[in-house]
């Protein structure tokens, strides 16, 4: 599995890359912000952008800032000509821009589809759902990006919980343990009904509200989300890479790298999480406290 780093911050590149455990970057406005509040506001941003080119092992995903069709492959004609001459420039186009769910629906997919016959790699981005990846990846994405952080954030708030209340930003949402709860709900509610037909069952206003409860149209978390676009590419060889987005934690790294997601693109505060154990501190500390003097001598 590839690692891509998910920041703007060029310290953040030049460590990991020192390491060789990323393969590229991938950036957004809400990244860019927060490197240029960083700096006091000011920051050269050409100049920033050129330099995580230049830094990054592998692709850089640079994002549009407008919704339509014409806007957003006008700015995406505009990075990849300014900047694709100092690194491996990916043009970032959300998969479905539009702002109310009526205008600008199919301008991502339109946009996609003309970036790709120009040859400039685009990554479908902000993708929730396998339809979208699916569509996504017919249009010509060279990568689409599912965001499984936020797809666990939305279910635990459909479910009722409440972030930095109930859960934190990069705590795992354990979907097997909310399908076992999801279950014995589900039970107890059918056990209470006196329905002479499956049918009546199925149509139970209670029985559909609570099966629905805890997934968002047959989706049980970020990850499943993952594995089911994964799924669908291998059904039908297609060559577009999925990017496992928005992860909030190594366990779901974890996870994503068990089904063979192509690549993860990840926060620098998970590499540090992935790499920290408490036995692996405990262990180390009895090594270093067990080491005997004539062993030490060797290294005189």
Same mark, same amino acid.
């Given at each position: 599995?590839?690692?891509?780093?998910?920041?703007?911050?060029?310290?953040?590149?030049?460590?990991?890359?020192?390491? *060789? #455990?990323?393969?590229?970057?991938?950036?957004?406005?809400?990244?860019?912000?927060?490197?240029?509040?960083?700096?006091?506001?000011?920051?050269?941003?050409?100049?920033?952008?050129?330099?995580?080119?230049?830094?990054s092992p592998g692709p850089v995903s640079l994002e549009v800032i407008s919704v339509?069709?014409?806007?957003?492959?006008?700015?995406?004609?505009?990075?990849?000509?300014?900047?694709?001459?100092?690194?491996?420039?990916? #043009?970032?186009?959300?998969?479905?821009?539009?702002?109310?769910?009526?205008?600008?629906?199919?301008?991502?997919?339109?946009?996609?589809?003309?970036?790709?016959?120009?040859?400039?790699?685009?990554?479908?981005?902000?993708?929730?759902?396998?339809?979208?990846?699916?569509?996504?990846? !017919?249009?010509?994405?060279?990568? =689409?990006?599912?965001?499984?952080?936020?797809?666990?954030?939305?279910?635990?708030?459909?479910?009722?919980? !409440?972030?930095?209340?109930?859960? &934190?930003?990069?705590?795992?949402?354990?979907?097997?343990?909310?399908?076992?709860?999801?279950?014995? &709900?589900?039970?107890?509610?059918?056990?209470?009904?006196?329905?002479?037909?499956?049918?009546?069952?199925?149509?139970?206003?209670?029985?559909?509200?609570?099966?629905?409860?805890?997934?968002?149209?047959? #989706?049980?978390? *970020?990850?499943?989300?993952?594995?089911? #676009?994964?799924?669908?590419?291998?059904?039908?060889?297609?060559?577009?890479?999925?990017?496992?987005?928005?992860?909030?934690?190594?366990?779901? =790294?974890?996870?994503?790298?068990?089904?063979?997601?192509?690549?993860?693109?990840?926060?620098?505060?998970?590499l540090k999480e992935m790499l920290l154990h408490h036995k692996t501190i405990e *262990?180390?500390?009895?090594?270093? &406290?067990?080491?005997?003097?004539?062993?030490?001598?060797?290294?005189?």
């Amino acid at each position: 599995m590839k690692i891509f780093l998910d920041t703007a911050e060029i310290e953040e590149i030049k460590f990991a890359t020192s390491l *060789g #455990i990323i393969d590229g970057v991938t950036t957004n406005p809400s990244l860019i912000k927060q490197a240029v509040d960083k700096r006091g506001g000011s920051i050269n941003m050409e100049e920033y952008i050129k330099e995580i080119l230049r830094t990054s092992p592998g692709p850089v995903s640079l994002e549009v800032i407008s919704v339509s069709y014409e806007e957003m492959v006008k700015e995406a004609k505009l990075l990849y000509e300014k900047f694709a001459g100092y690194g491996e420039v990916v #043009i970032k186009i959300p998969v479905c821009p539009s702002l109310d769910g009526e205008s600008n629906i199919y301008d991502g997919l339109m946009t996609i589809r003309t970036l790709s016959e120009l040859g400039i790699p685009v990554n479908a981005t902000l993708v929730m759902t396998p339809e979208q990846a699916l569509l996504a990846a !017919k249009a010509g994405a060279a990568y =689409v990006s599912p965001f499984a952080g936020r797809i666990d954030d939305y279910l635990r708030d459909k479910l009722g919980m !409440k972030r930095g209340k109930d859960y &934190k930003k990069e705590d795992y949402y354990d979907f097997e343990l909310m399908g076992i709860l999801e279950s014995e &709900k589900l039970s107890r509610i059918l056990s209470s009904l006196e329905l002479d037909s499956l049918a009546k069952a199925y149509l139970d206003e209670r029985v559909r509200s609570a099966a629905a409860l805890a997934n968002d149209n047959g #989706i049980y978390s *970020g990850v499943d989300l993952v594995r089911s #676009i994964l799924q669908i590419f291998s059904n039908y060889g297609f060559k577009t890479e999925v990017i496992a987005s928005s992860m909030r934690n190594a366990r779901q =790294v974890r996870e994503v790298a068990e089904l063979g997601v192509h690549i993860a693109t990840i926060p620098f505060y998970v590499l540090k999480e992935m790499l920290l154990h408490h036995k692996t501190i405990e *262990g180390i500390n009895a090594f270093v &406290k067990d080491v005997v003097e004539p062993y030490r001598k060797i290294f005189e």
